[in-house]
């Protein structure tokens, strides 16, 4: 998966100070869920919330046929 995907997919994150770190909302352009990105994370939510898109697509399509 290429990063520059997500460019389409997601507004720029903004930055906030929380719990003594900075954390970054970003908003999807399909659905307009905000995903957080905090640097402490071991998931990158950017991608998985992506995902989730490209796998309710992929039902769809598999129940047309």
Known sequence: ???EMYDKNFEP????DAEGTRVGLAT?????ATVTIDPR???N???R???WHA????AKEEKEL
């Open 1 to 3: 998966m290429k990063h």
């Open 13 to 16: 994150a903004t930055a906030l």
């Open 28 to 32: 999807c352009k399909r659905c307009g």
């Open 41 to 43: 994370d071991t998931v």
């Open 45 to 47: 939510y950017l991608r």
């Open 49 to 51: 919330h992506y995902e």
């Open 55 to 58: 796998a309710i697509d992929a």
